[in-house]
């Protein structure tokens, strides 16, 4: 076993012995963000927002046209792939009547 997963193991015999459950676990995690430097919590956040794809309220912006989200620095970029303005979006539209 490695030095990593038995300090894994031990944290999970701390919480098991406390009774697990969320409360457990949230008291668990504030004392571990109190023991851990602010460098560690920066680089933990920043990774774990790239590993799980969380995106930023702040960086991006749900488009009005294609109900995408975008770069908020950047355009949509949907503008691209949409008809032409007048012509027909829908193809129940494209469709003769009988």
């Not at 794809?53 to 702040?58: F, L």
């Amino acid at each position: 076993m490695t030095n990593r997963s038995k300090a894994i193991n031990d944290l999970d015999e701390v919480k098991e012995h406390m009774g697990g459950g969320s409360d457990v676990s949230e008291t668990i995690l504030d004392n571990l963000l109190a023991y851990l430097t602010v460098d560690q919590i920066k680089d933990f956040t920043e990774h774990f927002k790239r590993t799980h794809d969380i995106m930023g309220y702040e960086q991006y912006e749900l488009c009005r046209d294609c109900q995408g989200t975008f770069d908020s620095n950047k355009s949509c970029g949907c503008e691209d792939t949409q008809p032409p303005q007048g012509s027909s979006s829908y193809f129940s539209s494209l469709v003769p009547e009988c």
